[in-house]
């Protein structure tokens, strides 16, 4: 019996070494305005192939679910690291769970610049997962891996649930935390529109309705992040500005284009999921 659960037990070490390294590349690329590539791990270890959802699996599996949602995010800061507590709360069943996490100061030898970000993202990430049913974790791993297997794209589409609305729910869940964030954001200068020309730089759309369903997610997890914490707000608020000067530098109008182009953004085509909180984000 002993040797059966030895040939069972995950090892566990290398599991967190490589979900950390994985979701330390992702919080880089959503802190840098990147395009997250992987959403699930898969390796081979002792003879055993160990899998599981990355950060960023875990908030798709969330936003498929639906209802969940961070209320509550603590942090303090240690001499070497910084110490992140979230509460997670399933608004459908009224359960909560908390997660923690610290992160070292230093990568290696160096000062690392995103650990406080790091330490926030990943006690969200260890609450949230808490509260997502085992069926959406395996449904949304096997639907990854299938792709990395495949076509080697891991950021598809995952196919409709049945009554469908997917898109929707992540569109909805997008635009009420940017309502949510629109006073703080205006306090610091950054208009609705500024976020709107953002989010059409970043993900290279012109119309909302050219977005997918991951982009939502991705844009939902990048504002809920900006929620949460001042300084996380004031991160999304460099990057707004930074890509804002980067295109106002590579896009210099001539004198007649200046008097042909319209002084605010044209009305664009809503998807239903859009029309009642349009006015709101975009």
Same mark, same amino acid.
């Given at each position: ?165 997917? $898109?929707? @729910?992540?569109?909805? !869940? /997008? ?6 964030? +629109? %006073?703080?954001? &205006?306090? #610091? ?50 990057? $707004?500005? @930074?890509?804002?000067? !980067? /295109? ?6 001539? +004198? %007649?284009?200046? &008097?042909? #182009? ?21």
């Amino acid at each position: 019996m002993a040797e059966e659960k030895k040939e069972e037990m995950v090892p566990v070490t290398a599991e967190y070494e490589v979900v950390d390294q994985v979701d330390d590349q992702a919080i880089i690329e959503l802190m840098t305005g990147q395009t997250i590539q992987d959403y699930v791990y898969s390796f081979k270890q002792g003879g055993r192939t160990i899998e599981g959802l990355t950060l960023a699996g875990i908030n798709e599996a969330a936003n498929r679910r639906g209802g969940i949602q961070v209320e509550e995010i603590k942090y303090e800061e240690q001499e070497n690291s910084w110490i992140a507590t979230a509460k997670a709360v399933d608004t459908i069943t009224g359960s909560s769970r908390y997660g923690a996490y610290e992160q070292p100061k230093m990568n290696g030898s160096r000062p690392d610049p995103f650990a406080f970000t790091k330490a926030i993202h990943k006690a969200q990430r260890n609450a949230i997962k808490q509260l997502i049913p085992m069926p959406v974790i395996r449904e949304v791993l096997n639907f990854y891996l299938r792709g990395k297997a495949g076509s080697g794209n891991s950021r598809a589409q995952l196919p409709p649930q049945q009554g469908g609305g997917n $898109i929707a @729910q992540a569109q909805k !869940a /997008a635009f009420a935390i940017a309502n949510n964030l +629109a %006073e703080p954001l &205006e306090k #610091k200068g950054i208009t609705k529109e500024d976020l709107w020309n953002y989010i059409k730089r970043k993900y290279s759309v012109e119309s909302r309705n050219d977005m997918s369903e991951m982009q939502w997610t991705q844009l939902s997890a990048e504002l809920k992040a900006a929620e949460t914490t001042p300084q996380l707000l004031n991160d999304l608020c460099e990057r $707004i500005q @930074q890509l804002t000067t !980067a /295109a106002q530098e590579s896009e210099v109008p001539t +004198a %007649e284009e200046s &008097e042909d #182009k319209p002084s605010t953004l044209p009305e664009e085509p809503e998807t239903e999921a859009a029309q009642s909180d349009d006015k709101a984000l975009f």
